[in-house]
């Protein structure tokens, strides 16, 4: 139904994605839109606070890079540049090994 999810669902799926995240250790992860932004950084900030810098996540620390959504791009083509950016910085702190801005 293109819906957000509810909380206790989130909460049933994040154990698992944490796990997830945990026997993949990725580089980086590249965090697509703000329900997925919020849901992994435990917080109600909204996106565009959000984007443009580097979070980290989980024990590990993973660097954590937010952008917005493609369907919010498709309705809000102006944003293409912010998430251009956001790109530019997901290759630069993948390509420099995990560092970039705290957050």
């Known amino acids: 139904g293109n819906r957000d999810p509810e909380p206790e ?3 049933a799926c994040l154990p698992y994605l944490r796990r997830q995240i945990e026997l993949v250790q990725p580089r980086i992860l590249l965090v697509v839109g703000r329900i997925a932004a919020q849901s ?5 900030a909204p996106i565009g606070k959000l984007r443009g ?3 980290r ?3 590990g ?3 954590l890079v937010v952008t917005y959504h493609p ?4 309705r809000s083509p102006g944003e293409k540049r912010k998430a251009w950016e956001d790109l530019k910085l997901a290759r630069r702190v993948h390509r420099d090994g ?6």
């Open 9 to 11: 669902e989130v909460a």
């Open 40 to 44: 992994l950084l435990a917080t109600d």
């Open 53 to 55: 810098q580097v979070h």
């Open 57 to 59: 996540f989980g024990d």
């Open 61 to 63: 620390r993973t660097p």
């Open 71 to 74: 369907a919010y791009l498709l």
């Open 98 to 103: 995990g560092g970039g801005d705290g957050g």
